[in-house]
C-alpha cells in the first residue's frame, strides 16, 4: 500500500491553456504536492504559491512535496515575495518539512538553490532529483510527532 493517498485539488493553467501546476493533497498524511510544468516566470510561481495559501484553509498540511522535475525558466524575481509573504504563513500554519526536486535546469535550479536557503533555518528541506526517493524521504516525515498544519 502507497504511504501518501494524493487527490487532485487543481490544476492550474497559464494564459494560454498549458499547465503550470497540478495541486494534489493526501488529507490522512497531511501532505500538498505541487508538480510545475513549463518555462516558469515569477509572477506565475507567485500565481500558483497564492493558490496553495487559498487551498491550505479546507486542505490543511505540514509536509509539501515541491516538484520542479519537469519545469524551467528563471522565477527568481518571486524569492522576496516568497520569503517575506509566503514563507511566515506557511510556518504559522505548521509546515515543516519540504522535499525540492530540482529541475535539470541550470538556470532553475539558482533560483531553487536561493529558496532552499531562505526555507532551511525555518524547516526540514531536502533536495531530490527524482520523485520517488522525495516520496521516500516524505513518509520517514510523516511519522514523526505531528507540529500543527497549515
Do not use: C
Not at 500538498?32 to 487551498?55: E, K, P
Not at 530540482?102 to 533536495?127: C, K, W
Request: charged letters at 15%.
Amino acid at each position: 500500500m502507497p504511504a501518501f493517498e494524493l487527490q487532485l485539488l487543481s490544476t492550474i493553467t497559464d494564459d494560454s491553456g498549458q499547465p503550470l501546476a497540478r495541486i494534489e493533497h493526501d488529507a490522512r498524511q497531511r501532505l500538498l504536492a505541487v508538480h510545475w510544468f513549463g518555462n516558469l516566470t515569477g509572477q506565475q510561481v507567485i500565481s500558483v504559491a497564492r493558490a496553495t495559501q487559498q487551498l491550505s484553509a479546507t486542505h490543511p498540511y505540514h509536509l509539501l512535496l515541491n516538484d520542479k522535475s519537469q519545469a524551467t525558466g528563471d522565477w527568481s524575481e518571486a524569492l522576496v515575495w516568497l520569503q517575506y509573504e509566503w514563507l511566515p504563513q506557511v510556518l504559522a500554519g505548521g509546515l515543516h518539512a519540504v522535499a525540492y526536486i530540482f529541475t535539470p535546469d541550470m538556470h532553475n535550479q539558482l533560483a531553487s538553490y536561493r529558496f532552499v536557503e531562505y526555507l532551511g533555518p525555518s524547516m526540514r528541506i531536502e533536495i531530490f532529483h527524482d520523485l520517488p526517493s522525495a516520496l521516500q524521504w516524505l513518509e520517514q516525515e510523516a511519522a514523526l510527532p505531528e507540529s500543527g498544519t497549515v
